[in-house]
């Protein structure tokens, strides 16, 4: 089943962050041309947005052999009702 998800989300090079709430719980997730990282839970929005954000900057570093920018650049926009994550319970 889809659903909307409620959180945040930025974009990073051509990697898109998401950090979703889930109850007392954020989601991080980390998507892009041939990859899905998932990250580990966070129990505060700017830990985990934090998180998705060293996730990308160590997946430029280490996969596409480049430098990373720097996180000033990123900009959290939140979510929106055409925003959506796939549940399958």
């Given at each position: ?15 898109t ?5 889930e ?64 549940w399958?319970?």
């Open positions: 089943m889809f659903r909307s998800f409620s959180g945040f989300k930025a974009q990073y090079q051509d990697l962050l998401v950090v979703v709430s109850f007392n719980e954020w989601k991080v997730v980390v998507r892009g041309p041939g990859v899905l990282i998932q990250g580990e839970r966070q129990f505060d929005p700017a830990k985990a947005k934090q998180h998705a954000l060293a996730i990308a900057q160590c997946y430029v570093r280490e996969e596409e052999h480049q430098e990373a920018p720097l996180p000033s650049e990123v900009e959290w926009t939140e979510s929106g009702r055409h925003d959506w994550l796939v399958r319970g």
